[in-house]
């Protein structure tokens, strides 16, 4: 209990200076003093979060009372802080205020620091993406618009924000490859009569359309999408699947998923790696999971378990009273020995055959990741938030770190746990720490809320709120490479 009280502390995020260099208090940030690096946290509001954080008051106050359009507010800004002040009339308070505004918009569509670090690459319209060709920038990232490249201008990469969109007019063959034209995460509509060619295998895998007439399947973390565009047939039609991707094994050429729009009865598909043999197994399906060649479902019209073995395509119905389901669907999981799930905040486990259920917590808030026999999940109370891990053979359980504000979202990769945390104004960061609890470190700081986290392939994603307020507005997909932390 002492060490959970001692770490019920609210995690505040660094300033990066030059070099790369961390400072967390105000003797650091005089030693590293960068100017140019203070005026750009001063126009985004964050240097008054941390001097705020650390009640750094006195400063805070004399920050907040500087007029930037004052012809000394650089020098004020450095008597605060107690440097020495030396001239600088490169660096424009004007222009960093007018990009501090175009990191905003970039915000709205997504949190990946690469991109964000980039900002000045990123063409919102077709003009600024003229004026970006005119000085030959590449790579150039196309947010959320509908932009035409010029097939003329060669040796272009484009990168898309928050699926745009580029037009291709030509009534010849293109071969992209040859004029070194890489076009990534955009859908491209092809209005001319001429083959857009040249688009490889990898480049198809991180785009969310296919211009030609071949299978398409892109394999992400949320989606699993068959066929955008399988030909040129204006009424072929599309088949969405919305769920992770599981491979284990001798089952890797087996790909399981839910597809269908209504979020709470899919049907659940198997198909081959390449989109192909594709059956269905059930319908009514909100959830399933699979460990190997097993798969266990829940169906909402009779709101029972099931289980199916992709070798033999039997399904057995498992006797299993689930909880109650009037108001709550379960989330199930799956492991070596143990099926799991989650309903109203009580986690439960039976074994393949549902001959026995027990419960194994009661206080869950619905969020679970399962490394080999051990289960994690948050618990949440008035005052504090904390991950804690549950040994599933024998029940004993015991918190790993515990927070007073909240903690919206985490997983387990490569014997670390990531998080995020935050609450006050929806302003929240991302932490990396060992599976006791100990060595956090920031990843990310001063997002908005973040709603889920996984990792794969040496990245982290998380999905923040396309509109601060606006729940309904849908998610912003961020990628944090894990090689560069």
């Known amino acids: 209990m002492e060490r959970m009280r001692t770490m019920a502390k609210k995690i505040k995020f660094p300033l990066e200076m030059e070099n790369g260099v961390m400072v967390r208090t105000l003797e650091q940030l005089k030693d590293d003093f960068s100017l140019e690096k203070v005026l750009n946290y001063y126009a985004s509001g964050k240097l008054i979060t941390w001097l705020n954080d650390r009640y750094y008051e006195d400063e805070a106050m004399q920050v907040e009372k500087l007029n930037s359009s004052s012809a000394d507010f650089k020098q004020k800004l450095c008597e605060i802080f107690d440097v020495e002040y030396i001239a600088d009339d490169e660096i424009d308070m004007e222009i960093l205020e ?9 915000k709205q569509f997504t949190e990946d620091e690469s991109i964000i670090k980039n900002v000045d690459s990123v063409a919102f ?17 196309l947010c959320s618009e509908e932009f035409t490249i010029p097939i003329s201008k060669e040796n272009v990469t484009y990168i898309g924000v928050n699926n745009p969109i580029i037009n291709i007019n030509s009534q010849e063959d293109i071969d992209l490859r040859k004029k070194n034209i890489t076009i990534s995460n955009i859908k491209i509509k092809n209005k001319g009569k001429g083959k857009i060619l040249g688009v490889s295998i990898k480049e198809e895998e991180n785009n969310n359309n296919v211009v030609n007439d071949h299978n398409y399947l892109d394999s992400t973390l949320v989606r699993l999408n068959y066929g955008d565009n399988k030909n040129s047939d204006e009424n072929s039609k599309d088949d969405e699947i919305n769920e992770k991707i599981v491979r284990n094994n001798s089952f890797d050429n087996i790909l399981i998923g839910l597809s269908g729009d209504n979020q709470l009865a899919r049907d659940l598909i198997q198909s081959d790696v390449d989109g192909k043999n594709k059956k269905k197994i059930a319908e009514s399906v909100s959830t399933f999971a699979r460990y190997e060649g097993t798969v266990f479902y829940y169906t909402n019209y009779d709101r029972k378990i099931y289980k199916y073995d992709i070798e033999t395509s039997k399904t057995q119905l498992l006797n ?17 020995s143990f099926i799991i799930w989650e309903i109203g905040g009580n986690i439960y486990r039976a074994d393949y055959d549902g001959d026995f259920k027990e419960e194994i917590s009661g206080d869950s808030s619905g969020k679970i990741r399962i490394k080999d026999h051990l289960l994690y999940s948050i618990s949440q109370s008035r005052l504090e938030t904390s991950i804690y891990k549950v040994d599933l053979n024998t029940k004993r359980r015991s918190t790993i770190l515990c927070v007073r504000d909240d903690i919206s979202a985490f997983d387990i990769y490569n014997n670390k746990i990531y998080f995020a945390e935050g609450g006050q104004c929806d302003i929240y960061c991302i932490y990396e720490c060992d599976l006791d609890g100990g060595s956090i470190r920031t990843l990310k700081d001063h997002i908005s809320i973040v709603k889920e986290i996984k990792c794969e392939f040496n990245n982290l994603t998380y999905f923040t709120n396309k509109e601060k307020w606006n729940f309904f507005a849908g998610y912003i997909e961020n990628t944090i490479s894990l090689d560069n932390v």
């Open 98 to 106: 007018q990009r501090n505004i175009k990191i905003s918009k970039l």
């Open 125 to 141: 319209n077709q003009e600024e993406l003229a004026d970006l060709l005119d000085e030959d920038i590449t790579p150039i990232y």
């Open 320 to 336: 299993i009273d689930i909880g109650n389901t009037t108001f709550h669907s379960p989330h199930l999981y799956a492991t070596k």
